[in-house]
């Protein structure tokens, strides 16, 4: 089944570290995209990109960074930049009009510790 | 810019109750409205996709209206049972070239006592 996978499920970051969700899709999108789910905010963009090598900020970019090397995989490094990382992450992608909807993946929760 | 609001925030209905939830938008240059079900700690499913150009979608005991017009889209869940239970999003995308950003409402937050 196509589908889009995100790993760990529950990741566990130290003060002053540097982490990396990832995110894999074989439904042969071109656009994939992260958000960020606080309790009682909504979802919002961080980051997504239409085609390989190329991305976009979204409205809360500070202190996270991506790449897209492979139409395939959109990794989200999480910096030590960023002060309030506790959140939950979900991946998403779409083909690049958009005409079929998005779909996402299962998310990562992310914890400091 | 684009607000997505959802109301009510929560809800609580007896098993086999028909129910609506309901969404507005801001702005209505859209492409398209999607519904999504959220369960505790999952990923989001999608439910229905409308295009700017429908007026409703149906999948089961689903049903998904838009009034672009107006700014406005509902679901419709018909007898509704406690694996209903979980938090309801919509989103919508934008229209216009190289849109990609979905603007996404607070959810609703169902549950279905048996």
């Known amino acids: 089944d196509g589908g889009i996978t995100q790993s760990p499920k529950y990741l566990f970051r130290k003060e002053g570290q540097n982490v990396t969700l990832s995110c894999e899709q074989n439904?042969?999108?071109?656009?994939m995209y992260w958000y960020r789910q606080d309790p009682g905010q909504g979802l919002r963009l961080i980051y997504y990109?239409?085609?390989?090598?190329?991305?976009q900020k979204g409205d809360i970019a500070e202190g996270y960074s991506v790449s897209r090397e492979k139409k395939e995989s959109f990794p989200l490094t999480v910096t030590s930049a960023q002060k309030n990382p506790t959140a939950f992450y979900l991946c998403?992608?779409?083909?690049?009009?958009?005409?079929?909807?998005?779909?996402f993946g299962s998310g990562t929760r992310l914890t400091v510790v | 810019k684009q607000e997505v609001t959802q109301i009510p925030a929560a809800l609580s209905v007896p098993e086999g109750e028909n129910l609506v939830l309901n969404c507005s938008f801001t702005?209505?240059?859209?492409?398209?409205l999607q519904w999504f079900r959220q369960d505790p700690g999952k990923g989001l499913t999608s439910l229905l996709l409308?295009?700017?150009?429908?007026r409703e979608q149906t999948s089961g005991r689903l049903n998904a209206s838009l009034d672009k017009s107006s700014g406005r889209s509902t679901l419709y869940i018909a007898a509704s049972q406690p694996g209903d239970s979980a938090t309801y999003l919509c989103?919508?995308?934008?229209?216009?070239?190289?849109?990609?950003?979905?603007?996404f409402g607070k959810g609703t937050k169902l549950s279905v006592i048996p």
């Open positions: 989103a919508v995308t934008p229209s216009g070239a190289g849109s990609y950003q979905l603007t």
């Open positions: 990109s239409q085609i390989v090598n190329d991305f």
């Open positions: 409308i295009q700017s150009s429908q």
């Open positions: 702005d209505s240059a859209i492409y398209n």
């Open positions: 998403a992608s779409s083909l690049t009009l958009t005409e079929y909807g998005y779909t």
């Open positions: 439904l042969n999108h071109d656009a």
